[in-house]
């Protein structure tokens, strides 16, 4: 029965106990156009990945060496590398004429400490790390170093879990391919992974060799522009000289938050680097751990003389390990400077007029007089300095006064200010959340929407929280009336899909300007079989659980979705795309919206040998507060289906599945709302998994267990609480097939 359950989880629903891959960490992050790239992708899950999918164009990747399991660093396992090390330290001592030896040329104290390999025995497979690559092509004294790196205490833990399995891709880059970023998610008969970044640059692009955590250490280089790529380990430094000639300005930058925005069990939830350049005689000539309030740092250097100069890259508290990847990008600054502008972005719905502040107007007295509704682009010009703006308003009338500035690029921190006449403040805000900015952990653009008391003047005042101002504190004020809107991201952004069954995502509802309406999501131009259930966000809702159910068919690679939300506003109907995203988790505790490129999905399973499964009624289920009611779902018969277990995936509060009975031709399911689930007139969806329990047996001093064996899900059914009296109204007849009440 066992096997038998086992084939029915895997052929018919498409999956077991095993979930999608997903991967920590791409290394090296990115290659040069033109070239072709070895990648080691660390992740987990990633047994039986087959395939690589890269969203964006010139890029291709093919799996080169599958994953296999993590091996554990065990007593043979460590002395096997300790094997390495001295087999590799002979051959180079052999190369040394005997007349020339000393010493320093042997690594006998480790030789003493390792037991020969038996004659029988078969050299064990290594470990994939950054230290164990290529060791036949280090020198002696490398060797040495590497040796005491690797078997210092400190740096014998296993593998992080989430980043202990490794996947070995080709990367293809066209000679043509634009620079930039790009997406590389794996695939495989589970589905597929989470997308990471991949960088394609124009500049020569080098590994990182190690050691090279000491000063002196080199890295030569023979153009001033390039790319290094690293990792830093624990307690890691890595440096690197190049030649540099007098007059050149140089741009060096890391790029390691822009490739793993976010890690769920790191703080402050990022790889903090930290630049460090050296000139020839070895002086600290300039220094940087962030670039305003972006972490990832950046200098602009002039070189005052010709010589080799020194990078150093760690991180700040010196941590590390394999996900630490980092991209050092080394080349000649923009001529007259870099911009220091705000990025550019469009007028808030492209019909806003637009002006550009006037100084002076650091107060009530000397306030610039604007007219609504307006777009202003501002700048706070010095520390101290505020912006004063004058307007015209009428009782009653509803007047917002947003800042962008840190989501422009910018590093001012503002504060706003709504006052009277006289100076009185009707409102102000210093920090507004903005749902949709998940790269930036502090939300420090301003927000305000008031009511005004009466006719006449006001003023909005804009300044630093911390008084501090200068050419990079710009900003974009708009003064306007309520400008209702919203918009849309859906995670995760990589859909696995059982064939012929549906997968599970999340529609977030961004709103604005105090928009609270439904907003109806569909599938736009999707491929044949794809549909979508429970695409409504009801009125009130920041966010809603739906579904997207592939064909029975599965499609030979991963299909691009476009999902988009409709609703109705001051009697027009607008339409957003949903953003893909990836709902990710900072510091074990702090969660961010990542955009993606798109929004993929993939069909896993064995296709035609679905049963249909399906509600006997799409719903809305209407389930009376305090009570309960009973749905049916279709299914066909089969022994197996009495050992099918059902629960209800992130219900809202006070939701429950109280039973279920099987019945002929499918199951009957009953549904409670409790004394603490939302009033009568919520509205949502339920998302229900099916799943098996596979009990072992003790034996061999180990306890039984039980084992979950997932099964896919249900289409999103929808449902609403109402109060009994309504429930009693709305009750079918009892001879209604699919409903029993």
Known sequence: MLSA?????????????????????????????GGTVRVIVGGQFLRGVNAAHVSGAGVRASVARPSGPPTPLNKDLLE?????????????????????????????????????????????????????????????????????????????QPPQRAIAETVLLEVRIDANAVPGGREIRLAGPMGLSNPLRFEVGAAPELLESEPNDRPGSRQQTAESAFVLNGQVLAGDVDRVRFAARQGERLKIEVHARRLMPYLADAVPGWFQAVLALRDPKGTEVAFCDDNGFDPDPRLLYEVPSDGEYEIEVRDALYRGREDFVYRLVVAEAAPGGEPLGLTPMAPWGGELPECVEAEPNDGLERAQSVRLPVCVSGRIERAGDVDVYRFDGRAGETVVAEVSARRLGSELDSLVRLMDGAGKIIAWNDDSPDPGAGLITHHADSYVRAELPADGPYFVRVSDVQQHGGERYGYRLRLSGPRPDFALRVTPSSLSIPAGRSAAATVHAIRKDGFDGEIEVSLADAPAGYALAGGRVPAGLDSIRITVSAPKQPFGRPVSLRLQGTAAIAGQMVIHEAVPAEDMMQAF?????????????????????????????????????????????????????????????????????????????????????????????????????????????????????????????????????????????????????????
């Open 5 to 33: 359950l086992l084939l029915w989880a895997s052929a018919c629903w498409g999956q077991a106990d095993i979930r999608s891959p997903h991967v920590g960490y791409l290394y090296p992050a990115g290659g040069q156009r």
């Open 80 to 156: 096997e590398v300790a094997r390495h090390f001295s087999e590799a330290a002979e051959k180079r001592v052999a190369e040394i004429p005997e007349d020339q030896r000393g010493p320093a040329h042997t690594l006998g104290v480790l030789r003493r400490r390792v037991p020969p390999r038996a004659p029988d025995a078969k050299p064990l497979n290594l470990p994939d790390h950054p230290l164990l690559r290529d060791l036949d092509s280090k020198t002696l004294p490398e060797l040495v170093e590497l040796a005491r790196w690797f078997f210092s205490p400190r740096n014998l």
């Open 589 to 741: 505790a702090y969660r961010h919206l990542v955009p993606s490129m798109e929004l993929l999905a993939t069909t896993t399973g064995l296709g035609g040998r679905v049963p249909t499964v399906s509600w006997a009624d799409a719903g809305p289920v209407r389930v009376p507060a305090g009570g309960s009611v009973q749905v049916r779902v279709n299914s066909p018969a089969g022994p197996l289906l009495s050992m099918v277990r059902l629960s209800l995936s992130e219900p809202p509060a006070g939701i429950a599945l109280d039973g279920v009975e099987p019945v002929p031709g499918g199951l009957l399911l009953t549904l409670s709302a409790g004394s603490d689930s939302p009033p009568a007139g919520y509205v949502d969806n339920l998302i229900v998994e099916l799943y098996a329990e596979l009990e072992t047996k003790a034996q061999g001093g180990k306890p039984a267990t039980t084992r979950r064996v997932a099964a896919g899900v249900l289409p999103a059914l929808p449902f609403e609480i109402v109060a009994q009296a309504e429930a009693a109204d709305r009750a079918p007849r009892a001879s209604r097939a699919g409903w029993r009440r």
